[in-house]
Structure formats: structure tokens, C-alpha cells
């Protein structure tokens, strides 16, 4: 069976199993704990960053290089056109979802949870205690941008990162007036791509990765709640709901870690 090394909470291994689902292909999630884990990911794949994939004897790290393999070794289902214009605008959606909108949408969450109370503490596992709820939910944003300040995600990085990740959305809007997918009637490596970039946007209401109780349909503010990104959005958790497999039905995860998966920055 496939084993996909991965961080519950990252984007690109969030795009990797949206694709196993589509595919209906079975695999095992092999929960990799950040530091520790990622010396044995190292030592696998010869670098440290997920989603890893196993297949057999073949390691191929990176989700784009995954996802071209598992297109290859699972063709039906396609993930990419056949028509070479339509296929050359998928790969260039999909890059522009890996290198554009999920760093901005990454930059944008960490804000929220920075300068939202209710975002922050919403994050949190059901189960954390009512004194330390209250305590994350009372540190003051000023002091959150302190910390966050030139390491990327500093005030005037989460501003300039919110401007232009709406620019995307009203892009992505406008691409889904005329079509049920991105580029036509069929979903492709783009959708998928797009999919889980937004994913920590605005969370879907089924739980779909480990997540605490009652985030689903929340998301960032001033992104999640504008209503001319509501087509976008509606589009998104249609396609989760006709693709992906709920949380109840997906294999568990292989780790030795205990505890709840915090959401990846890295």
C-alpha cells in the first residue's frame, strides 16, 4: 500500500490526498512530528519537507512530482487534459495555487490567529483547559506582530498578502462563472491544487483533517465572510463533498506521536 508522509496540517499533503481520494486510490498516512520526524524524512527522501510518497520502492518527495507520478501510475480518473493548451494552463494553475496563494493564505491565517481572539482560541483542541483558552485568547495582537515581525509575517506582510490573495479570489471567481471546474467539466490537477490551498481559508464544514470541533465553516475574516468570494468558497466544499473521504472512512494515521496536530507555518 502507498504511505504518504505527511503533516495533517499542510496544504500540499491536503492537495495529495485530495488526489489519492479522487482516485480512489488506498493509502497510509504516516504522521511525520515536526524536528524529530523529519530526520527520518530526510533519510528517506534526501530533504525534509512534506508530503512524502512511498510507493514500493520508489520515495518521490514533492507534491507536484507526486502528483505526476500518481497520474502516471493510476491514469484513470485524469488529473491532467490531453488537449496540450488546456494541459499547459493546469500546470500553471497548479503552479500559481503552490506558489502564490498558499503562501499568502498561509501569511493571512497566521494574521487572523494573530489580531482575532476568537480565530485563535477557535484553533485550539476541544480539549485544552478553560484557563489556558483564556490565556492564548488574551495575549494581545501587538505582541503577536512583534514576534512576527521579520519572519515574513509581520503586519505589513499580512496586509500586502491579503491584497493580493482577494486579487486571486476575484480571479478564481471569474473563472468559475461559465464552468463547474477551472477549466471545464472535468476537475483537474488545478482544482485540486486550488482546493487545499484555500483549504485554511475557510475550513469545510465536514472534518475532513484533524481539526478541533466546530471550526468547520469558520475561516479568516475579511476573507472567509466577503460575500463576492461566496461563489469561490461554495465551489470549494462542493468539490471536498464530491471527492474527498470524511474523515470517518480515511485509514488512520501511522504515528508515534500523541497529542493534537497544530496547524503547519513552515
Same mark, same amino acid.
Given at each position: 500500500?502507498?504511505?504518504?508522509?505527511?503533516?495533517?496540517?499542510?496544504?500540499?499533503?491536503?492537495?495529495?490526498?485530495?488526489?489519492?481520494?479522487?482516485?480512489?486510490?488506498?493509502?497510509?498516512?504516516?504522521?511525520?512530528?515536526?524536528?524529530?520526524?523529519?530526520?527520518?524524512?530526510?533519510?528517506?527522501?534526501?530533504?525534509?519537507?512534506?508530503?512524502?510518497?512511498?510507493?514500493?520502492?520508489?520515495?518521490?518527495?514533492?507534491?507536484?512530482?507526486?502528483?505526476?507520478?500518481?497520474?502516471?501510475?493510476?491514469?484513470?480518473?485524469?488529473?491532467?487534459?490531453?488537449?496540450?493548451?488546456?494541459?499547459?494552463?493546469?500546470?500553471?494553475?497548479?503552479?500559481?495555487?503552490?506558489?502564490?496563494?498558499?503562501?499568502?493564505?498561509?501569511?493571512?491565517?497566521?494574521?487572523?490567529?494573530?489580531?482575532?481572539?476568537?480565530?485563535?482560541?477557535?484553533?485550539?483542541?476541544?480539549?485544552?483547559?478553560?484557563?489556558?483558552?483564556?490565556?492564548?485568547?488574551? %495575549?494581545? *495582537? @501587538?505582541?503577536?506582530? =512583534?514576534?512576527?515581525?521579520? $519572519?515574513?509575517?509581520?503586519?505589513?506582510?499580512? #496586509?500586502?498578502? /491579503?491584497?493580493?490573495?482577494?486579487?486571486?479570489?476575484?480571479?478564481?471567481?471569474?473563472?468559475?462563472?461559465?464552468?463547474?471546474? %477551472?477549466? *471545464? @467539466?472535468?476537475?483537474? =490537477?488545478?482544482?485540486?491544487? $486550488?482546493?487545499?490551498?484555500?483549504?485554511?481559508? #475557510?475550513?469545510? /464544514?465536514?472534518?475532513?483533517?484533524?481539526?478541533?470541533?466546530?471550526?468547520?465553516?469558520?475561516?479568516?475574516?475579511?476573507?472567509?465572510?466577503?460575500?463576492?468570494?461566496?461563489?469561490?468558497?461554495?465551489?470549494?466544499?462542493?468539490?471536498?463533498?464530491?471527492?474527498?473521504?470524511?474523515? /470517518?472512512?480515511?485509514?488512520?494515521?501511522?504515528?508515534?506521536?500523541?497529542?493534537?496536530?497544530?496547524?503547519?507555518?513552515?
Amino acid at each position: 500500500m502507498l504511505e504518504l508522509y505527511q503533516f495533517e496540517s499542510s496544504s500540499f499533503a491536503e492537495k495529495i490526498r485530495l488526489i489519492l481520494d479522487y482516485k480512489q486510490v488506498p493509502y497510509r498516512k504516516v504522521e511525520v512530528t515536526p524536528g524529530v520526524g523529519q530526520v527520518e524524512v530526510f533519510q528517506l527522501s534526501g530533504q525534509r519537507q512534506v508530503p512524502v510518497l512511498k510507493d514500493g520502492e520508489q520515495v518521490i518527495p514533492d507534491s507536484t512530482a507526486i502528483a505526476l507520478h500518481l497520474e502516471k501510475a493510476f491514469p484513470e480518473r485524469a488529473l491532467l487534459p490531453t488537449e496540450s493548451k488546456q494541459k499547459g494552463l493546469c500546470l500553471a494553475l497548479e503552479s500559481w495555487a503552490d506558489e502564490a496563494i498558499a503562501p499568502k493564505a498561509r501569511v493571512v491565517m497566521v494574521g487572523a490567529f494573530k489580531q482575532h481572539p476568537n480565530f485563535r482560541t477557535a484553533l485550539l483542541p476541544s480539549f485544552t483547559p478553560a484557563p489556558l483558552r483564556s490565556l492564548v485568547g488574551a %495575549l494581545p *495582537g @501587538d505582541l503577536l506582530n =512583534l514576534v512576527g515581525t521579520g $519572519v515574513g509575517f509581520g503586519p505589513e506582510d499580512i #496586509k500586502v498578502a /491579503t491584497a493580493g490573495l482577494r486579487q486571486d479570489l476575484e480571479a478564481l471567481v471569474l473563472m468559475l462563472q461559465t464552468s463547474p471546474y %477551472l477549466l *471545464g @467539466d472535468q476537475p483537474t =490537477l488545478a482544482d485540486f491544487a $486550488v482546493a487545499a490551498a484555500t483549504m485554511y481559508l #475557510k475550513f469545510p /464544514t465536514a472534518q475532513y483533517v484533524e481539526l478541533p470541533e466546530g471550526i468547520g465553516g469558520k475561516g479568516v475574516p475579511g476573507i472567509a465572510d466577503v460575500p463576492e468570494y461566496k461563489a469561490f468558497f461554495d465551489w470549494r466544499d462542493r468539490l471536498y463533498a464530491e471527492f474527498r473521504t470524511a474523515r /470517518t472512512n480515511v485509514p488512520p494515521a501511522a504515528s508515534s506521536a500523541s497529542g493534537p496536530t497544530p496547524i503547519s507555518i513552515d
